[in-house]
């Protein structure tokens, strides 16, 4: 029977040694890459997608739209869909709406608003079901009267019922009109992730929902007024109408295992500026 | 007994069938730590793929909304006149799709429109997978994109009026008439509204008698140059002098048969130089002169008369609409003498206005959609 020496079994177990070292090692930093990369890849992309929401949600919000700006909350008003008056029969106007009514939703609308030739805003606190907005054939056919091509779009001219008598100014044929969401966004204790910041939105009075979580304490809002250069922390008064940009500040942090150097966290901080395309 | 084979095992057969046996644990424990960083290191690139699949995802719809926004932006303000239907602009390798959609058409009053952009880029990498954008905005045609304010408006140090047969040469007198002469008969808006008679830019030294120079005022004078003239029009002399600016003729060659088109139509006419028109050059519309306008003997002309500047305006000409002047430089005096007839005719200045309207962004109606 033939076997091994004791050197040759020596030698072998020093090689495994070696090798299984060696292996083991690699093992290792690759497992804390990949758990790196997860985190990175987590708290990326948590600031993306909340990054890109809410750019799309305010900017669009146009002149004398901010009720709200502070630093960690702000109340705006959300255009949820934006039109020009085309035809008014009676109390009700007619209009053609740019976005249709597809993302509206009715629990979300919170009133609608007119802007007179001036530019000027004025805003009406109402329901959804009372401006009971309904599209179709009989507005198309109104607009047609005052000269719109309907043809393939009958479906994005809308009725808003009983609103020109119950507003001052009146609206008129050419006037912008929406329907507005009264839209909060708040930073405060995630409920998701203990000890971090949290997103918070949803409509104003309403109990908010958390949009993002994971946050540190220096997130907020800051605000830039028309004519102006700097970021304010806070707005209030008549120069809420001024406000043409929004920052949003955030680090976002999330907790792995430890790495070879005893650190356990991963930081990602972002400031992203959203221009109100509606103040330009 | 001590032996020196104290380890023992079955042989494993050679590869080749003979030689030494060969025992051990190092390759199959390497062959299952190989394995397991084989499976790490493939998540991980998964997880880095995806990562860089979507952060390539957002680039691309940032792309897209970018080239939506120039798209609209361009076809809002890029020098045209009316409104097209469609177009599309190749943008930083993705295209921009703009159409537009008339909303209100009432008569006499501005239209309506909404503009859709549609921004499509995609990643040459993966351009099986393009990203798409759209903006709209509401938009008003201008019908009038320019205030009358004379029948003949220069913007010389010294405009000179002379109500007499100045050169011995001609027997009439001039007539200038900022009070319109249409009628209703011509146009709605017919003997609707009266102008200057002479709008001066300084003019210093007028010489006038009532009976041949009228408007309302007849003469408004100390306005200033050609800054003062763009102001007061609201014309953009730099867009309209612009080659890029679309007109229907340029230049004299193939001048158009005035006989043949339609009566109804006002082209827009643009010479890029100075112009000594006759009577070969008459005709009616939206007369545009880079440099010195100087009509000859003969010219008649419906419309509107824009131009660099003018010098003398003596020559057995007529102008029902209005002369414009001044919009290039400031000369040193312009005349007006012997037998020039101009006058104000508010319908065909309307007319003529109406080929240079333009679409103007509505404030606070930019909405994405979604």
């Known amino acids: 029977m033939a076997g091994f020496t004791l050197i040759e079994a020596l030698v072998a177990v020093t090689l495994s040694a070696i090798l299984v070292t060696l292996v083991t090692t690699v093992f290792f930093a690759q497992n804390q890459f990949y758990s790196e990369a997860t985190l990175r890849s987590h708290v990326q992309e948590n600031a993306r997608s909340v990054t890109q929401f809410v750019t799309s949600e305010l900017q669009s919000a146009g002149t004398e739209a901010f009720q709200l700006a502070e630093n960690r909350q702000l109340r705006v008003r959300k255009p949820l869909a934006l039109g020009i008056v085309c035809a008014i029969a009676g109390d009700d106007v007619h209009a053609y709406l740019l976005q249709g009514s597809e993302n509206v939703v009715g629990n979300d609308v919170a009133g609608w608003g007119v802007r007179d030739t001036t530019g000027a805003w004025a805003y009406y606190t109402d329901t959804w079901s009372n401006l009971n907005v309904s599209s179709g054939s009989s507005s198309a056919f109104r607009c047609e009267n005052s000269g719109a091509d309907t043809v393939g779009a009958t479906a994005d001219f809308f009725r808003l019922r009983n609103v020109k008598n119950s507003s001052e100014p009146k609206p008129e044929v050419g006037w912008v009109v929406m329907v507005y969401q009264d839209l909060h966004y708040q930073f405060s204790a995630s409920a998701l992730e203990t000890g971090t910041i949290g997103l918070y939105r949803g409509n104003y009075g309403d109990t908010l929902v958390e949009l993002s979580t994971g946050m540190t304490a220096n997130a907020g809002f800051r605000y830039r007024l028309a004519g102006d250069t700097t970021f304010l922390a806070t707005v209030t008064g008549t120069q809420l109408d001024s406000i043409e940009a929004v920052r949003l500040t955030a680090t976002a942090e999330s907790t792995g295992q430890l790495d070879r150097t005893g650190d356990n966290t991963y930081s990602y901080g972002w400031t992203a500026d959203i221009l109100l395309k509606n103040v330009h | ?370």
């Open chain 2, 1 to 370: 007994m001590c032996t020196d084979r104290f380890l023992t095992a079955e042989p494993a057969p050679s590869p080749a069938g003979g030689g030494e046996p060969q025992g051990g644990f190092a390759l199959a424990v390497v062959m299952v730590l190989l394995f397991a960083i084989g499976v790490a290191g493939a998540t991980g690139y998964q997880i880095v793929s995806q990562e860089a699949q979507l952060s390539i995802q957002v680039q691309e719809a940032n792309q897209a909304m970018t080239l939506a926004q120039a798209g609209l932006y361009r076809f809002l303000g890029e020098p045209t006149r009316g409104v097209r239907d469609s177009v599309q602009y190749s943008l930083d390798g993705g295209t921009a799709t703009v159409t537009t959609r008339l909303i209100k058409d009432v008569e006499g009053e501005e239209k309506i429109y909404s503009v859709r952009s549609v921004g499509n880029f995609a990643d040459p990498r993966y351009s099986n997978t393009p990203a798409e954008r759209t903006v709209t905005q509401v938009a008003i045609q201008r019908q009038m994109p320019f205030t009358p304010i004379g029948a003949v408006a220069s913007t010389a140090v010294d405009s000179y009026y002379y109500n007499s047969n100045y050169t011995s040469s001609r027997s009439l007198w001039p007539v200038v008439q900022g009070n319109d002469i249409s009628s209703a008969a011509d146009c709605s808006e017919g003997g609707s509204l009266d102008v200057d008679g002479f709008w001066a830019g300084y003019g210093h030294t007028i010489y006038f008698d009532a009976d041949s120079l009228t408007g309302t005022p007849v003469v408004a004078s100390g306005q200033g140059g050609p800054g003062a003239i763009a102001a007061a029009t609201g014309l953009d002399w730099s867009l309209l002098t612009d080659t890029e600016y679309p007109v229907d003729q340029e230049g004299t060659l193939g001048w158009p048969d005035f006989g043949a088109i339609p009566s109804d139509s006002f082209p827009v006419i643009r010479i890029n130089g100075s112009f000594y028109p006759g009577s070969t050059f008459s005709g009616r519309g939206v007369l545009i002169v880079r440099d010195r306008f100087r009509p000859a003997d003969g010219f008649d002309w419906d419309g509107l008369i824009l131009a660099g500047y003018s010098d003398y305006l003596y020559a057995r000409m007529t102008i029902r609409g209005a002369l414009l002047t001044g919009f290039g430089a400031t000369i040193s005096v312009t005349w007006v003498y012997d037998e020039a007839r101009i006058y104000f005719h508010y319908c065909n200045v309307l007319e003529a206005a109406r080929q240079l309207t333009y679409l103007e962004p509505v404030d606070n109606s930019w909405a994405e959609l979604f």
